[in-house]
């Protein structure tokens, strides 16, 4: 689960890129606006407005995806950014409902779904923490044995909280939500994360906005998960780290 186009792939690209599963990547907050918005982020992404962002992304998506071979599924809600109201608890009460849609359509099957952590508000973006307080919602009422769940390292988000020095994720997460959540790293070999770095660069908007603030997110990306691994699992090449139910 993507709470915007790219962020599948930048927290789980490499995963992705293993093909061993059927893949179904649902991005959350890709409504249009029925009125044309500008915003900053928009901007410095290289659109005049909000039709042309949601179009370009749209399409940006598809190609980043089309590697991997997934099904895209997009859900209608508005970006944060383009919000006028508080509407994050009908938002939160209505993706609860969506996962829980696709696990009764998946109950006769082994089912993996991956959704985003959290990392305090004053890192979280607000979309992906509805996209985080939701998937936890289903979580603590989920009765299917089936259906396997997984709180990914959110990135950029992640090395915010790593440059911050804020300690383990996985005893922040098990502190908030009162949960106990196994870390699980994900091996990435060579191949797997130059696909990853690749796909992300197919977010073109995405890579522009991020270098207007001097960061290239790819090289970011590849130097984050190539060092992720060096204490928790030196013997990897690179590695996506992911906080299983056990």
């Known amino acids: 689960m993507s709470p915007h186009f790219d962020d599948g792939v930048l927290s789980l690209g490499g995963l992705m890129a293993k093909r061993e599963h059927k893949l179904e990547v649902a991005t959350f907050f890709t409504k249009r606006p029925t009125e044309i918005i500008h915003t900053n982020w928009d901007k410095?992404?290289?659109?005049?407005?909000?039709?042309?962002?949601?179009?370009?992304?749209?399409?940006?998506?598809?190609k980043a995806l089309i590697p991997f071979g997934a099904i895209i599924k997009n859900y209608d809600y508005?970006?944060?950014?383009?919000?006028?109201?508080?509407?994050?608890?009908?938002?939160?009460?209505?993706?609860?409902?969506?996962?829980q849609s696709i696990i009764e359509n998946n109950k006769n099957r082994e089912l993996y779904i991956?959704?985003?952590?959290?990392?305090?508000?004053?890192?979280?973006?607000?979309?992906?923490?509805?996209?985080?307080?939701?998937?936890?919602?289903?979580?603590k009422e989920n009765t299917q044995t089936n259906t396997h769940f997984f709180i990914y390292e959110d990135f950029p988000y992640v090395r915010q909280f790593a440059l911050a020095q804020m300690g383990s994720l996985n005893t922040y997460l098990k502190e908030k939500e009162n949960i106990?959540?196994?870390?699980?790293?994900?091996?990435?070999?060579?191949?797997?994360?130059?696909?990853?770095?690749?796909?992300?660069?197919?977010?073109?908007?995405?890579?522009?906005?991020?270098?207007?603030?001097?960061?290239?997110?790819?090289?970011?990306?590849?130097?984050?998960?190539?060092?992720?691994?060096?204490?928790?699992?030196?013997?990897?090449?690179?590695c996506e780290v992911v906080n299983m139910i056990p």
Do not use: W
């Open 44 to 62: 410095i992404s290289g659109f005049s407005d909000s039709d042309e962002a949601v179009l370009a992304r749209t399409k940006e998506n598809k």
């Open 78 to 99: 508005p970006d944060f950014q383009y919000r006028k109201t508080n509407e994050n608890q009908i938002i939160r009460e209505n993706i609860i409902k969506n996962i």
């Open 180 to 238: 106990e959540f196994k870390e699980l790293p994900i091996e990435l070999n060579k191949t797997e994360l130059s696909e990853k770095v690749s796909s992300i660069h197919k977010y073109i908007s995405q890579v522009k906005a991020f270098l207007s603030f001097g960061d290239n997110i790819g090289n970011l990306a590849q130097k984050f998960y190539q060092e992720r691994c060096k204490n928790i699992h030196p013997m990897f090449y690179a």
């Open 114 to 139: 991956y959704g985003p952590a959290t990392f305090g508000e004053k890192i979280t973006h607000p979309d992906h923490q509805i996209m985080h307080d939701a998937l936890m919602g289903v979580i």
